[in-house]
């Protein structure tokens, strides 16, 4: 299959009540983990490039590996840029293949991000690619990109009603509480304002910094309406524990299929659990 827009996975998902996870994809064992878990669960499945993906791994690469999956697996995939950082790199990614790009606008004032963001979608759209945007701030580090705690700041509901009626974007990511990376205590989440939002908007609505976040917190959020889910870091614990466990066990180890299979075996298990507590189990 080719690769289909996050728009797509994302309204069949918000039709469907449920949400689709969107995964960080820097390297094959990340790839084949994700795809061999979307394949055993019969699950839509979304990867993504952030800032630190596409330097570490190379564009071309990013495309050519999100490619070949995608024409090998028998569920859909969506490419996505994650946090995009600028209108020439959303443009970049257009035209290298990727079907969905992410335009961060959210550190810049709301006229701004709105200009911005529909810049970007008078493109995207004309070429068949969806957009997703940001309004608040999600504190926390990812890659290159650091918001502190005291700049993190709650989507207002009305404001994004009147970005996303002025921007038109696809998707729009929301700052309701949670954070990028290792929480350091149990992360709340503003469900009184994840509803006012969704009365207000009526696009699939994406959680950023999912990693960490209870169980139940994310059933109530995708009951509530989040139709996206983005897991990077405990993808990156699984895979790092893994390892450094079999290094442990067999310090001798040089071969690395024997240090990597494991761990790409514990990102799989991880991705597995994520798509049945997201309810995409089955909905491919
Ligand atoms: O954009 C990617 C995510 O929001 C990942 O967040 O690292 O906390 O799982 P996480
Ligand atoms: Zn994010």
Do not use: W
């Not at 064992?29 to 994700?34: K, S």
């Not at 709301?110 to 963001?117: E, R, S």
């Not at 926390?140 to 009603?161: F, L, N, R, S």
Request: hydrophobic fraction near 45%; glycine fraction near 8%; proline fraction near 4%.
């Amino acid at each position: 299959m080719a690769l289909v827009t996050v728009a797509k996975l994302a309204r069949d998902a918000a039709k469907g009540g449920y949400a689709v996870g969107a995964f960080n994809l820097n390297n094959m064992e990340i790839l084949q983990a994700v795809i061999a878990a979307a394949e055993e669960e019969r699950s839509p499945v979304i990867l993504q490039a952030s800032q630190g993906g596409l330097k570490y791994a190379g564009i071309d690469y990013i495309v050519a590996m999100a490619r070949v999956a995608a024409e090998q697996a028998s569920v859909p995939v969506a490419l996505n840029l994650d946090h995009g950082t600028s209108f020439e790199q959303a443009m970049q990614c257009i035209r290298k293949g990727f079907s969905a790009v992410m335009i961060d606008g959210s550190k810049l004032p709301l006229q701004d991000n709105i200009a911005l963001v529909k810049r970007v979608v008078d493109v995207a759209h004309a070429v068949g690619v969806s957009v997703e945007a940001e309004l608040g701030k999600i504190g926390g580090t990812e890659d290159d990109i650091v918001v502190a705690d005291k700049d993190a700041m709650m989507t207002d509901p009305d404001e994004a009603a009147q970005f996303v009626k002025q921007a038109g974007p696809d998707l729009l990511a929301v700052a309701i509480g949670t954070a990028h990376g290792v929480y350091k205590g149990e992360p709340r989440l503003d469900f009184e304002r994840l509803a006012q939002i969704k009365k207000r908007v009526d696009i699939p609505l994406v959680l950023h910094g999912a990693s960490g976040v209870s169980d139940e917190a994310i059933r109530n959020a995708c009951q509530m309406g989040i139709s996206k889910i983005n897991i990077d870091t405990e993808l990156r614990v699984a895979f790092s524990k893994t390892v450094q466990e079999t290094l442990e066990k067999s310090p001798n180890e040089i071969d690395p299929r024997k240090i990597l299979g494991p761990a790409r075996d514990a990102m799989k298990q991880v991705v597995r659990e994520k798509m049945r507590l997201f309810g995409c189990s089955g909905k491919a």
